[in-house]
């Protein structure tokens, strides 16, 4: 089956700095990658549409200048966090659609912990 | 914002039981999908169910649709310990292929 996958897994920061999250479609081409953001005990909320070689498309409420997406190839979606806050501690994930498929899947997430 | 509700929040079951967990969604749809999330990881992708379909089965799985009353059932049969997890419907409400409106899941414990 499809593979996605996220790195870093885990990364823990200090308040200020910025922090790169990339996806990769390991096996297929995904010209639409998504990001998901999911606090604890809650479910995931759609932060962020990105399609390959255009700019992406932030929901209502997510700030595209702190949440820089970049989808420079068909195989990767990179999301950096600008100058993170305690409050953007959360697991991070994305998902990748090949073509025209309903299926998506789903990266393994990452977990971020700002201190 | 949140598509789907799903119920109940929470299910404590024993081994050998059966778990019910239901979705109920808010705009008309394509299809209709169940993930499961182990604790702090990623999603693994159940079952899809298209609007045109009224049950499905996968395994130990069997899904239903009802798309009059906007509504899911996902039903997991002899349920095992490593059951344990949270379940999640989701929808592409605006259309097929976009991005996934997920539910606020059902936390299944499956004791052994």
């Known amino acids: 089956g499809a593979v996605v996958s996220q790195h870093p897994s885990r990364v823990i920061c200090k308040s200020g700095t910025s922090v790169k999250i990339e996806c990769r479609s390991l096996?297929?081409?995904?010209?639409?990658m998504f990001w998901y953001r999911q606090f604890p005990k809650q479910s995931l909320m759609l932060m962020a549409t990105?399609?390959?070689?255009?700019?992406?498309?932030?929901e209502q409420g997510v700030e595209k200048d702190k949440f820089l997406i970049n989808h420079a190839s068909l195989t990767l979606s990179t999301l950096t966090v600008t100058s993170a806050h305690p409050e953007d501690s959360s697991f991070y994930i994305c998902?990748?659609?090949?073509?025209?498929?309903?299926?998506?899947?789903f990266g393994p997430g990452t977990r971020l912990t700002v201190l | 914002s949140q598509q789907g509700e799903e119920d109940p929040q929470a299910l404590s079951i024993q081994e050998g039981e059966n778990a019910t967990m239901n979705c109920s969604y808010k705009?008309?749809?394509?299809?209709l999908q169940w993930y499961r999330q182990n604790s702090g990881r990623g999603l693994v992708h159940l079952i899809l169910i298209r609007s045109n379909e009224r049950e499905k089965h996968s395994g130990r799985l069997r899904v239903t649709l009802d798309t009059s009353k906007k509504s899911s059932s996902l039903l997991i049969t002899a349920s095992r310990a490593a059951d344990t997890a949270s379940y999640f419907c989701?929808?592409?409400?605006?259309?097929?292929?976009?991005?996934?409106?997920f539910g606020k899941g059902t936390t299944l414990s499956v004791s052994s």
């Open positions: 989701a929808t592409p409400p605006r259309a097929a292929g976009t991005a996934l409106i």
């Open positions: 998902s990748a659609l090949p073509g025209t498929h309903n299926e998506q899947f």
């Open positions: 705009t008309s749809i394509n299809n």
């Open positions: 096996d297929f081409q995904a010209t639409t």
């Open positions: 990105s399609n390959e070689g255009s700019k992406a498309t932030y």
